[in-house]
T-cell receptor, first 110, second 117 residues
């Protein structure tokens, strides 16, 4: 079954404690991206990757890092989380014909 | 720059009524894709439709229909005979297509639809 998986699905953490949200896809897609969803703002792209070792900033990259060492994985790293990064995060994987979203990770930073 | 506007923040209808969700977009690209996604209370994003900029034919899928008009830069979504299960947040999105053809989506702010039994 074609899918994008994210872990964890829910996370409560404290300011400054580094965390990683994993994302994995099984469709051999080259293109992956991360979005955050906030009330009244819709979804905004954080980072994207067009292939292994190729990443670039989206619209709201501040405070985030990503890496793409393997085609299937695209982790999102928050080196020093802050309360304004409390949000719902979606990983996405796409080809030219289709786009799949992961189930979402709800992050709360206290 | 790409932009998607969903002016309706919240809509409430009584079950079995028809409802139209508006979407207006801006882009300088001549080739682009438009999407609608549904986000039910459980939170996942459910793909509903993708339409490319060269295909202005309206589309119908069961109780759902979409009206794409390039002249007004709109891609409106109508639910006929609404049901309680249609209650969700609906997002319209525009795809930026770089040369690789991959999708970089620009989302509207969403419309929350509540269908009252």
């Amino acid at each position: 079954e074609a899918q994008v998986t994210q872990n964890p699905r829910y996370l409560i953490t404290v300011t400054g404690k580094k965390l990683t949200v994993t994302c994995s896809q099984n469709m051999n897609h080259e293109y992956m991206s991360w979005y955050r969803q906030d009330p009244g703002l819709g979804l905004r792209q954080i980072y994207y990757s067009m292939n292994v070792e190729v990443t670039d900033k989206g619209d709201v990259p501040e405070g985030y890092k990503v890496s793409r060492k393997e085609k299937r994985n695209f982790p999102l790293i928050l080196e020093s989380p802050s309360p304004n990064q409390t949000s719902l995060y979606f990983c996405a994987s796409s080809s030219s014909n289709e786009q799949f979203f992961g189930p979402g990770t709800r992050l709360t930073v206290l | 720059a790409q932009k998607v506007t969903q002016a309706q923040t919240e809509i409430s209808v009584v079950e079995k009524e028809d409802v139209t969700l508006d979407c207006v977009y801006e882009t300088r690209d001549t080739t682009y894709y438009l999407f609608w996604y549904k986000q039910p209370p459980s939170g996942e994003l459910v793909f509903l439709i993708r339409r490319n900029s060269f295909d202005e034919q309206n589309e119908i899928s069961g109780r759902y229909s979409w009206n794409f008009q390039k002249s007004t830069s709109s891609f409106n979504f109508t639910i006929t005979a609404s049901q309680v299960v249609d209650s969700a947040v609906y997002f319209c999105a525009l795809s930026d297509l770089p040369s690789t053809g991959a999708n970089n989506l620009f989302f509207g702010t969403g419309t929350r639809l509540t269908v009252i039994p």
